[in-house]
């Protein structure tokens, strides 16, 4: 069981840089594979990138590599999704979800068992 808050999100200019944090809640957070989904508004949830319990490696959405970068402190139980060169595209609420289970891709929202309950990011000039 662990508890998730997002935090960071907020309006800015295209071309602008936003850092994105989760806080998670319960001892056993380190056991839990993390990942990012955004969902815009009238469009599905979206798969950004995960992070890996086991040893921290990072999974992209293809379009997203090279512009975000998801990372951990399993410590500070945070998980930080850096995301730069911001699109108008990339307008939407931002969710963080965690779960126990590896999956071989872990690409599909009904993978994950815990929510954050979003931020909102919106780029627009």
């Known amino acids: 069981q662990v508890r998730l808050v997002e935090s960071g999100g907020g309006l800015v200019q295209p071309g602008a840089s936003l850092r994105l944090s989760c806080a998670a809640s319960?001892?056993?957070?380190?056991?839990?594979?993390m990942a990012w989904f955004r969902q815009a508004p009238g469009k599905d949830r979206e798969f950004v990138g995960r992070i890996m319990s086991s040893d921290g490696s990072t999974d992209y959405e293809d379009s997203l590599k090279g512009r975000f970068t998801i990372s951990r402190d399993n410590a500070k139980k945070t998980v930080t999704l850096q995301m730069n060169s911001l699109k108008p595209e990339d307008t939407a609420v931002y969710f963080c979800a965690a779960t126990i289970y590896t999956t071989a891709r872990g690409r599909s929202q009904y993978e994950y068992d815990e929510w954050g309950q979003g931020t909102q990011v919106t780029v627009s000039s």
């Open positions: 319960g001892r056993t957070f380190s056991s839990y594979d």
